[in-house]
């Protein structure tokens, strides 16, 4: 385990930003429209976090509520104008009808990333088999984190998937880095922590006005402290 956890904030935009890395974030989450779970932001919105913080910033590429890809082509060319607004790392997600992971959507993005490191998000919670879907993106470039709650239903829900896979760190499919979030709370640190889990990732808990507010550095600052002193 790293010495100091991960700790990774939803941003929708420059305000949010700035108070997430004034809170001690490592990390963002850059989406736009919660109303549909988290969609792609602008290709301004992006240039304009990142000339105003010097943290690391993963975008999403997603452009329908929903875990089906859509429209492959018009992903590959939102991922293509947010690596040249100056992303370089990003989130994406994508399920078939059956639930399983749809490789060539997946791969058909991946390639325009050319390399860059991402995320596959929470469709994990909503895969018919999470073991299939790690070994089949097993070796995929650039994939180095998870993002999970364990179920769809949150970390309460998912909690025993959570110490079950992070027990299996290492092992063919469970290399990548182990990033918590969905229903997180402070609570929920010290058992994850003492499993090995060192990836967590908040949204509304930054937010303590909900949604329609900004992210509050003082809440972020209590999970950062939470962190630390455990």
């Given at each position: 385990?790293?010495?100091?956890?991960?700790?990774?904030?939803?941003?929708?935009?420059?305000?949010?930003?700035?108070?997430?890395?004034?809170?001690?974030?490592?990390?963002?989450?850059?989406?736009?429209?919660?109303?549909?779970?988290?969609?792609?932001?602008?290709?301004?919105?992006?240039?304009?976090?990142?000339?105003?913080?010097?943290?690391?910033?993963?975008?999403?590429?997603?452009?329908?509520?929903?875990?089906?890809?859509?429209?492959?082509?018009?992903?590959?060319?939102?991922?293509?104008?947010?690596?040249?607004?100056?992303?370089?790392?990003?989130?994406?997600g994508f399920l078939d009808a059956g639930r399983a992971v749809d490789l060539a959507?997946?791969?058909?993005?991946?390639?325009?990333?050319?390399?860059?490191?991402?995320?596959?998000?929470?469709?994990?919670?909503?895969?018919?088999?999470?073991?299939?879907?790690?070994?089949?993106?097993?070796?995929?470039?650039?994939?180095?984190?998870?993002?999970?709650?364990?179920?769809?239903?949150?970390?309460?829900?998912?909690?025993?998937?959570?110490?079950?896979?992070?027990?299996?760190?290492g092992e063919p499919g469970y290399e990548q880095h182990l990033l918590v979030g969905?229903?997180?709370?402070?609570?929920?640190?010290?058992?994850?922590?003492?499993?090995?889990?060192?990836?967590?990732?908040?949204?509304?808990?930054?937010?303590?006005?909900?949604?329609?507010?900004?992210?509050?550095?003082?809440?972020?600052?209590?999970?950062?402290?939470?962190?630390?002193?455990?």
């Open positions: 385990m790293s010495k100091r956890a991960v700790l990774e904030v939803i941003a929708l935009g420059v305000e949010d930003a700035v108070a997430a890395q004034a809170g001690g974030a490592d990390r963002l989450e850059l989406v736009s429209d919660m109303a549909a779970d988290g969609l792609s932001p602008s290709a301004a919105t992006v240039a304009g976090i990142r000339r105003a913080v010097d943290i690391s910033l993963r975008v999403m590429i997603r452009l329908a509520d929903g875990f089906a890809a859509g429209d492959v082509e018009r992903l590959a060319g939102t991922a293509a104008e947010l690596r040249e607004a100056g992303a370089s790392e990003f989130v994406l959507a997946v791969e058909r993005v991946v390639a325009v990333l050319d390399g860059s490191p991402w995320t596959f998000h929470r469709a994990i919670d909503r895969a018919s088999d999470r073991d299939a879907l790690r070994k089949q993106l097993d070796g995929m470039p650039g994939l180095d984190t998870y993002l999970t709650a364990g179920a769809s239903g949150g970390v309460d829900e998912g909690l025993p998937v959570l110490l079950a896979e992070a027990a299996r760190q969905g229903g997180l709370r402070l609570d929920h640190v010290p058992t994850l922590l003492t499993a090995g889990v060192d990836g967590f990732h908040i949204g509304g808990a930054a937010r303590p006005g909900g949604w329609e507010a900004p992210v509050s550095a003082d809440a972020v600052a209590r999970w950062r402290a939470a962190l630390d002193a455990v």
